[in-house]
């Protein structure tokens, strides 16, 4: 099963889009930073991808301020169209 879903949609101020955006992301990298601290709690060695992923959310996190700064400097709004893909899948096993 595939389903499609917008998940955000609009023109959004600086303010507006750096509240929506950095929550999200603020949201992703703490969720990874809590999965990370577990693994690591339960001496679990294996790689989790958690680390990768943190620093990249991190960088597309410096990004989006960058961008609200632009706009908010030169009097813009963001225009935002975000869908998501969500697949039902077999659960792993390992």
């Given amino acids: 099963m595939n389903e499609n879903i917008t998940f955000i949609e ?5 303010a507006e889009a750096a ?20 693994l690591r709690e339960a001496d ?9 992923r943190i620093t990249r959310l991190r960088q597309a996190k410096k990004r989006v ?18 869908n998501i893909e969500i697949n039902l899948v077999p659960r792993s096993t390992a």
């Avoid at 509240?19 to 601290?37: E, G, M, P, R």
């Avoid at 679990?44 to 680390?51: E, I, P, T, Y």
């Avoid at 961008?67 to 009097?75: E, P």
């Fill in 10 to 14: 609009g023109r959004f101020s600086p």
């Fill in 19 to 38: 509240d929506v955006l950095l929550s999200l992301l603020n949201d992703k990298i703490k969720f990874h930073t809590v999965k990370s601290l577990n």
């Fill in 44 to 52: 679990n060695d294996s790689d989790n991808g958690s680390a990768v």
């Fill in 65 to 82: 301020e960058e961008l609200v700064v632009l706009a908010h400097k030169k009097g813009m709004e963001l225009k935002i169209d975000s």
